[in-house]
């Protein structure tokens, strides 16, 4: 019988035969396949995600509008709206108080519409 | 152990990957039965110490789990990108254990009593897997992958990284070395006076 038909025979003899992990091996890699199954992580996963879509959201506002120089912008005028509200500037009391008052002739005057002009005539 | 996941008998290992990331508890116990002993009969092969393959097929394993969420189905075999990792880590392992003497392999685990039910089969078993270890590290790889797992030498190659003509060379080669180391111990094994 030639080496080569008698390494052929054990390499078939040891195919036939496999060893055999131990009890607890297959226990260890399903328990590690559980710890490491993307569903396991679920929570994570779904804040991550919302986080990302609001991110994903601001991040494209501020491309749109210039970057963040343009928030910075924007919150300045905020601000300033609300405190124009709080205290308005003296020069300002007269004409706020007379547009959101009653007298349109007063009104008139501010906006500067010259005389003979009367919202009544758009009345019909 | 015992699973009740005949109906995935039919579904490729693309698809189990792809059950188990989206959550599939299933599909991770049909990979594992599938994957699992591959890999661990394969570090086996290469190390010849039980507690070292095992470890080795975990590594693997986990691999795969990691890996699931972004497996391009039908780029790669999941086998073959599996038999690859394991070779690796065989190698990195015997890398840094170079000193390892063959004290230190295990004695070839027993055979199922079906498969080997004698002495001269036991032995044959023992001396074939004592060759393997003494033999160089990609010559190893190359025939534990061409005569014992029985891949084609063009998947052999995609696991080694190298030629068609480089897994012949390398097959050929331990072969012969093989066939030497084992001469003297014919007698023993039980071949000599066998019919040809």
Known sequence: ?124 | MTMALDHSIDISDDALLQLYANGDQAAARQLTLRLAPRAFKQAYRMLGVQADAEDVAQEAMMRVWKIAPEWRSGEAKVTTWLYRVVANLCLDRLRKVQSTSLDAIDEPIDPSPSAADDMQSNARLDALQAALIALPERQRQALVLRHIEELANPEIADVMEISVEAVESLTSRGKRALTQILKGRKAALGFEGDAP
Not at chain 1, 80 to 102: A, C, M, N, R, Y
């Open chain 1, 1 to 124: 019988m030639s080496d080569e038909t008698e390494l052929n025979k054990m390499f078939d003899l040891t195919r036939r035969t496999p060893p055999e992990p131990s009890p607890d091996f297959m226990a260890r890699i399903l328990s590690d396949a559980d710890a490491m199954q993307p569903a396991s992580l679920g929570v994570l996963t779904e804040t991550a995600t919302k986080r990302g879509i609001f991110r994903d959201m601001f991040s494209g506002l501020g491309e749109a509008i210039g970057g963040w120089p343009a928030f910075a912008g924007l919150a300045t005028a905020a601000v300033t709206g609300v405190w124009i509200g709080i205290s308005p500037p003296q020069l300002l009391i007269e004409p706020f108080g007379t547009v959101l008052g009653t007298d349109s002739s007063a009104f008139s005057e501010v906006l500067e519409y010259g005389d003979g002009f009367d919202f009544t005539l758009f009345k019909g």
